[in-house]
């Protein structure tokens, strides 16, 4: 199942698949104050409770700033507190820079592809 929601700009898609229960976010543009709470809003809803696993597909995403790193955070909260985990998928390399500048590639398992955060 795929649900895509319509972006803040035409540049930015978000879309949500579910794979062996194990919800799917991919990212595509970028990601910046203008789509926050967008952002937030697609890796946090999942009906009325959190999704306990997701993985964030990130191979899209050409630019992220600290807009996209709140959300990131906002998640894991979420998904640790539901006794599950949030992992990162297919970062490019400023992404991934960036994640590992702030610590959170620390934090957020970051992973070379969705297989790999699905199984690791």
Not at 15 to 20: A, F
Not at 104 to 119: E, F, K, M, R, S
Request: with cysteine.
């Amino acid at each position: 199942m795929t649900d895509t929601h319509g972006a803040a700009r035409p540049d930015l898609s978000i879309g949500h698949t579910s794979i062996d229960g194990i919800r799917v976010v991919t990212v595509r543009g970028e990601i910046d104050r203008a789509i926050r709470e967008e952002l937030t809003e697609a890796l946090l809803a999942y009906g009325s409770v959190p999704p306990p696993r997701t993985v964030v597909d990130l191979s899209g995403v050409t630019f992220m700033d600290s807009s996209g790193i709140n959300a990131l955070i906002a998640a894991h909260r979420s998904t640790h507190d539901a006794q599950g985990w949030l992992r990162i998928a297919g970062a490019q390399a400023p992404v991934l820079r960036l994640l590992e500048i702030v610590g959170l590639d620390q934090v957020i398992g970051c992973h070379p592809t969705v297989g790999h955060a699905l199984t690791d």
